[in-house]
């Protein structure tokens, strides 16, 4: 811990630095609401990126944080807790009765209709690990690392439809144009690497999340801190690739060129904007070498594509969390995952809890497992926090909207309790923090709402989220909106 | 001698003559007390924000302020109490003695609350004496300011860079090199360049650009299917309005109410479609009811953005934290744009058609059945039996099902209806009623067969359909409530359609009819209206000089920036509205020829040092180009450029796999031919997945209002115009078009130059670009002149506007 404390306090110096270049540059704060700072600031470490905060002036951590990065693996679609982490025995003896009329009254439901019948855990729990952790056998990888993992067992959220849930989760509103967490994290820590963005993108399960760009976009922060999104298919970054024919060598050549011109501009006209741009075209030629490196997983020795499950050339969620790893192994603030698939209600083969999500589960818990064995082997879970979960939860409650003789098992949203996970960085290890009743509908201990969530993922990261802000349209915005609290019990 | 002197000090700071309470006062109260007394919380039943609220005695019975009397005001006495338990601000720093001191001043003052700047309607301003070498208006207020800051302003321009400024900003495009020529040859003068560019075609498709942004279109309708929405016929109203530079105030009038205009035209109908670019959310279980109420938020706060500069939003939950807006205010506002026919359905209707000349003959055919239809469902409905029907079904509807059968918007309204005795129901609830019965009881299954038949038979023809506003006619009309804490499942008292009391109210004649949209977009361009005009100018003004005379574009408020330059904001605002009766076009030039514009924008360490951002004019604007002027600029100075105006959006090349959206089967279909060298403007937009390297030059993603884009820098805007085929094939074009110009190499590589900038490179550039064609290959290698190309597309120059 005291590495990082006194990791800390040069970044502290680092940005007090910077600062004072602002102040005796004469821009004022208000400098920064038209970005203008990015570029002066750049400037002032000339030949440094200005990519996804590394050139920016956060505001400064507030204290020594436990974590330095974050892998937050999105299960996009919302995973049922109950055929998971949140074993419910009374679920089962009430299995396909009439759902009592008591539990309906006041609720929204997306789908659901009329009064629906109760739905038994669709797999098979048992206790795993020193901690004695449930999990089911859909997860039985996962289940063999529980007692690296904090379990969150009382999530709620406001949203009961996807992409505002999710944006909700990831922005703190569930309304577009705010800033999301990556964002707020590179812009309040900058980059530890120089020839990569701060925050990286993975998605796989062949679909976007529901709310688009937005969920990773940098709302009304300047756009430098925005998820960048590393692909597995074509340019791993968009037009990374030099044109067809054009060698690297001739690349560098035509850089210098264009530089050089630069530079005659710069004498000319004196605006500092023009050594950013000299800056940036000499990060775009170190990424285009970076990047590829960083994609290149058969690199990789066999048994860790073992471990992972990894197959290189295709997109697979094993693929990216072992690209993950080696993100956070370079320095990378935020790694942002999403798997699609996890909305489970039933209509159809691919969103049934007894086929489609029995697939989902089956290709993301070889490879989440070995991301936090990997992690903790390397040394780097003490410092990397890993948060797992889905934007909502189900109900206890069986939808079917296609009628009785339905093959399809699903449940409908749930945004009352679901489970979440979340691991390293600071976080108790083997730990369960709250609890919900006897079929898993409502939460009796332990609350622990998205905002809260995001309070202490910032704090980890040595923030008070009521103070990490940015002004705009005349109000100090922030990730938590009006409200969160820090998970106290949590930590370790 | 000694306490004289002392007693003359105390005297001195104790009777100030006066305080201002904008300058002096109501900083204080922002900073230090409306977060917990104002208009979110009201700890100790205490706000701030208005006069009456603070002369009320607050929860301890004692008044915060007694005017005159500050020793009697606890408000005074809380900010000097030595107690940290009761002296305020509560946990944070006291008050400093002047900070007090000009409170004790204010309350002994009387305690009055003076309207924030931007509330009060602009006065025409005396225009200081002209400057020696200014050629307007403009130039006499800027050159005083710099007067008082011991500045001199800068040099003009040289001429090639002053041409590709003015026409990067008028048309959005480059100058050709003749255009440079005839100007800085005297062949032609600059202003006649200028109208030249005011009367291009091109001129409506650069400022539609900004606009487009404000009105937040897009060609999708945004959350998680996106999916396809036909509204490009608004897009290309805007390009024609800016064109046929529409005055101002009628275009604002067409854009919120034209459906509500006498005689209302296809276009001006076509041009509500403005907010008709809310999003519709067609994810599957969601409320409609709940979405059609995030749209109607979003109009009210994109049209309060747009022409007050004004985030209203914050009052959707609460009072506003800072500005005089109150929360009843915020559903008042509601009320004008809550009684239209859409809601939030995948269809996007109601719609304007627009069928193709051979198929009109059968448009109105269909038309005509589908009235007959609608003629002989009113028959049926009036027949004893079904009357009678009609009666039973109303007292049916506390069973889920039968009432379940009606669209959930509607549900509320005639559950309402049903509870008043049929004889005291208007004629238009009797209407409701029925029509609800009607819309879904069995007996009208064949009629609502063939009517969906016939729809089908007009969704068949050739047509181009746009969602519009559309009134509800007046049976049908909406109430509106206050939502408490802004949740809509959570109605409080009902309110009407009126003004915040901040400004001033709507003028009418008629009090008895309920305001409507179209009172709402008048009293906006209304003489009375403080706003509108200042904030329009400054929109202008901030695209031409990179920063807005009020930075904040977006916010006028009380917390927004200070102007600079108020006197010239004032003089432009009016001038635009009486003088130049609304004209964009006039207001821009006059823009454009005064000196201050046309000044050089180099800048030498000291001017640097003194205004950095150019806040005070002594030097001309110079930051990179937008993001559509990028894409543009590339494709016209490679000659690839297509002047096709207008119709649906385009798809140029993007890279596989952009589009990923759940439950939706859009793809990508590559244009071919001329259609990918279409200007950016035109490129399809989708909402989740933009064109990805508009975004990537700072582009919002258009699913709400954005008044400023937030220029940044970064190596991903490099690898773009590096690296996309798009400025690839660019390149190539160019390297065609060097080769054809000259015979040698150094002679095509300044062609080149000059086609991309307008004007011939000095030297030295020319000796780099020379010696980079050298170094990769040289006349032996074919492509040596497309890395030049490249290079040239790519240097900072090219990038900017200077």
Same mark, same amino acid.
């Given at each position: ?492 | ?141 800027? *050159?005083?300011? /710099?007067?008082?800051? +011991? =500045?001199? $302003?800068? &040099? #003009?321009?040289?001429?090639? @860079?002053?041409?590709? *400024?003015?026409? /990067?900003?008028?048309? +959005? =495009?480059? $100058?050709? &090199? #003749?255009?440079?020529?005839? @100007? ?619």
């Amino acid at each position: 811990m005291t590495g990082l404390e006194k990791e800390a306090h040069l970044e502290a110096l680092r940005f007090s630095t910077r600062r004072h270049f602002l102040k005796s540059c004469g821009a004022g704060f208000g400098a920064m609401a038209l970005g203008a700072l990015s570029s002066l600031e750049a400037t002032a470490r000339a030949g440094t990126s200005a990519l996804a905060g590394a050139s920016t002036t956060g505001p400064l951590p507030h204290f020594a944080p436990s974590a330095k990065r974050v892998i937050f693996l999105h299960m996009a679609g919302a995973p049922s807790q109950l055929e998971l982490f949140d074993y419910k025995p009374e679920l089962q003896r009430l299995h396909l009765q009439r759902c009592p009329e008591s539990l309906l009254e006041g609720k929204r439901f997306a789908f659901i209709k009329g009064v629906p019948k109760m739905l038994g855990p669709q797999a098979a729990f048992s206790q795993h690990g020193e901690s004695g952790a449930w999990v089911s056998d859909r997860m039985p990888f996962l289940a063999g690392e529980v007692d690296k993992i904090t379990f969150l067992k009382a999530m709620h959220t406001d949203e009961f439809n996807h992409a505002p849930a999710q944006l909700l989760m990831h922005t703190g509103s569930p309304r577009f144009g705010r800033p999301s967490m990556g964002s707020w994290a590179t812009y309040g820590l900058g980059s530890e690497n120089e020839s990569l963005p701060g925050f990286v993108v993975l998605l796989s399960g062949g679909v976007q999340p529901d709310a688009g760009a937005s969920v990773y976009g940098s709302g009304f922060l300047p756009t430098v801190y925005q998820g960048v999104q590393c692909r597995s298919a074509g340019d791993p970054v968009l037009y990374l690739s030099n044109p067809g024919g054009m060698s690297s060598d001739v690349r560098k050549r035509s850089i210098e060129a264009i530089n050089e011109v630069n530079r005659q501009q710069y004498e000319y006209v004196g605006d500092p904007e023009v050594l950013t741009r000299i800056a940036q075209y000499e990060m775009a030629y170190r990424m285009q070498a970076s990047v590829p490196e960083l994609m290149e997983i058969d690199s990789e020795p066999d048994y860790i594509h073992e471990m992972y499950g990894t197959e290189p050339g295709v997109t697979s969620f094993a693929n990216n969390c072992l690209l993950a790893r080696r993100l956070v192994e370079r320095g990378v603030r935020f790694v942002q995952l999403f798997h699609w698939g996890w909305d489970s209600h039933g209509a159809g083969a691919s969103e049934a809890l007894n086929i489609g999500f029995k697939e989902r589960c089956e290709e993301t818990d070889r490879a989440t497992a070995a991301l936090l064995r990997d992690l903790d082997q390397r040394g780097l879970l003490d410092e990397t926090l890993v948060v797992w979960g889905g934007e909502f939860g189900r109900t206890p409650m069986l939808e079917n909207r296609t009628g009785d003789d339905n093959p399809y098992v699903g449940r409908d949203h749930h945004s009352d309790c679901f489970t979440m996970w979340i691991a390293g960085g600071g976080i108790k290890r083997g730990y369960t923090h709250g609890e919900t009743d006897e079929i898993g509908y409502t939460r009796v201990g332990g609350s622990v709402h998205v905002h809260d969530l995001q309070a202490t993922i910032l704090h980890a990261l040595g923030f008070d989220h009521e103070r990490l802000t940015y002004s705009f349209q005349g109000r100090d915005f922030r990730l938590t909106d009006v409200s969160g609290h820090v998970v106290k019990e949590i930590l370790a | 001698m000694v306490l004289g002197l002392s007693a003359l000090l105390l005297s001195a700071c104790s009777t100030r003559e006066s305080v201002d309470f904008n300058a002096d006062v109501r900083p204080i109260l922002n900073d230090k007390c409306v977060s917990c007394h104002g208009g979110v919380r009201r700890r100790a039943d205490l706000s701030l924000l208005f006069r009456e609220d603070a002369l009320r005695p607050a929860e301890s019975g004692k008044p915060a302020i007694v005017p005159g009397n500050p020793d009697a005001s606890e408000l005074i006495r809380r900010v000097i109490d030595h107690d940290p338990e009761d002296r305020m601000p509560k946990e944070d720093d006291p008050l400093t003695e002047e900070e007090i001191g000009h409170l004790r001043q204010w309350i002994r003052d009387g305690a009055e609350w003076a309207p924030h700047w931007a509330y009060v309607a602009p006065t025409m301003p005396s225009v200081p004496r002209p400057a020696a070498d200014g050629r307007s208006v403009i130039d006499s207020f800027v *050159r005083a300011r /710099l007067e008082e800051s +011991g =500045l001199t $302003p800068s &040099p #003009e321009a040289e001429c090639g @860079v002053l041409v590709r *400024r003015v026409t /990067l900003d008028l048309i +959005g =495009l480059p $100058p050709q &090199p #003749e255009s440079v020529r005839a @100007v800085c040859e005297s062949e032609s003068t600059y202003e006649e360049y200028v109208d030249e560019l005011l009367a291009s075609p091109r001129f409506g498709e650069r400022w539609a650009a900004m606009w487009l942004d404000l009105a937040r279109y897009a060609d999708t309708q945004g959350y998680e299917k996106d999916g396809p929405r036909s509204i490009w016929r608004y897009r290309d109203y805007v390009i024609q309005a800016f064109n046929d530079d529409l005055p101002f105030d009628q275009f604002t009038i067409e854009q919120l109410a034209g459906d509500l205009l006498p005689d209302a035209t296809v276009e001006q109908r076509l041009a509500t479609a403005f907010h008709r670019n809310t999003m519709t959310n067609t994810e599957g279980g969601t409320d409609d009811e709940e979405h059609r109420v995030a749209a109607v938020i979003d109009r009210v706060n994109t049209t309060f953005e747009v022409w007050q500069g004004m985030s209203a939003s914050c009052a959707q939950c609460h009072g506003h934290p800072f500005d005089p807006l109150r929360h009843e205010e915020y559903f008042q506002l509601f009320a004008f744009f809550n009684n239209t026919e859409d809601w939030d359905q995948d269809g996007d209707g109601p719609v304007e058609r627009e069928f193709a000349l051979q198929d009109r003959a059968e448009a109105e055919r269909i038309l005509a059945a589908l009235d007959g239809v609608a003629s002989r469902m009113d028959s049926l409905a009036e027949t004893p039996e079904l009357l009678a029907a009609h009666q039973t079904w109303e007292t049916q509807l506390d069973d889920p099902a039968v009432v379940g059968a009606v669209r959930n918007t509607w549900q509320n309204e005639l559950l309402r209806i049903v509870k008043i005795d049929e004889s005291d129901r208007s004629d238009a609830q009797q209407a409701y009623s029925r029509k609800m019965f009607v819309e879904t009881r069995p007996e009208f299954e064949a009629f609502r067969q063939e009517r969906r038949e016939l729809g089908q038979a007009r969704a068949g023809l050739e047509q181009t359909t746009t969602p519009v506003l559309q009134a509800l006619p007046d049976g049908r009309r909406r109430r509106t409530h206050v939502f408490e804490r802004g949740n809509f499942l959570l109605p409080a008292a009902e309110v009407e359609p009126d003004t915040p009391a901040f400004l001033p109210p709507i003028q009418r004649d008629d009090t008895s009819r309920a305001l409507n949209r179209l009172d709402l977009a008048e009293w906006l361009v209304s003489d009375e209206n403080p706003l509108t005009a200042r904030v329009m100018v400054n929109r202008f003004w901030e695209q031409l000089f990179g920063l807005g005379l009020v930075e904040t574009l977006e916010d006028f408020g009380t917390e927004g920036a200070a102007p600079v330059h108020p006197e010239l904001l004032d003089w432009l605002a009016i001038s635009f509205r009486e003088e130049l009766n609304w004209s964009i076009k006039s207001l821009l030039k006059t823009v454009v020829l005064s000196s201050t514009y046309r000044q050089s924008s180099r800048v030498t360490p000291e001017l640097l040092d003194a205004d950095p951002r150019n806040t005070l004019l002594a030097r001309g604007p110079r930051f990179r180009l937008s993001a559509e002027q990028i894409r543009d600029q590339a494709l016209s100075v490679s000659g690839l450029l297509s002047e096709t105006m207008f119709g649906p959006s385009v798809m140029p090349p993007q890279p596989d796999g952009i589009w990923q959206n759940p439950y939706s089967n859009m793809r990508w279909e590559t244009a071919e031919g001329d259609e990918r060298h279409r200007r950016a403007l035109y490129t399809y937009w989708r909402r989740t997945a933009p064109y990805p390297s508009m975004i990537t030059f700072d582009s919002p993603s258009r699913e709400f209002c954005v008044s400023r884009r937030v220029r940044t820098n970064t190596p991903l805007q490099a690898l773009v115009t590096l690296n996309d085929p798009v400025y690839v094939e660019a390149a190539e074009a160019l390297a065609g078009r060097m080769q054809e110009a000259a015979a040698t190499t150094r002679e095509q590589i300044a062609a080149g130059y000059e086609l991309a900038m307008g004007y011939p490179p000095v030297p030295a550039k020319l000796d780099a670009f020379v010696s980079l064609f050298e170094d990769v290959g040289g006349g032996g290698h074919a492509d040596a002149l497309v890395v030049v190309a490249n290079a040239i597309m790519n240097t900072d120059e090219f990038l900017s506007k200077e």
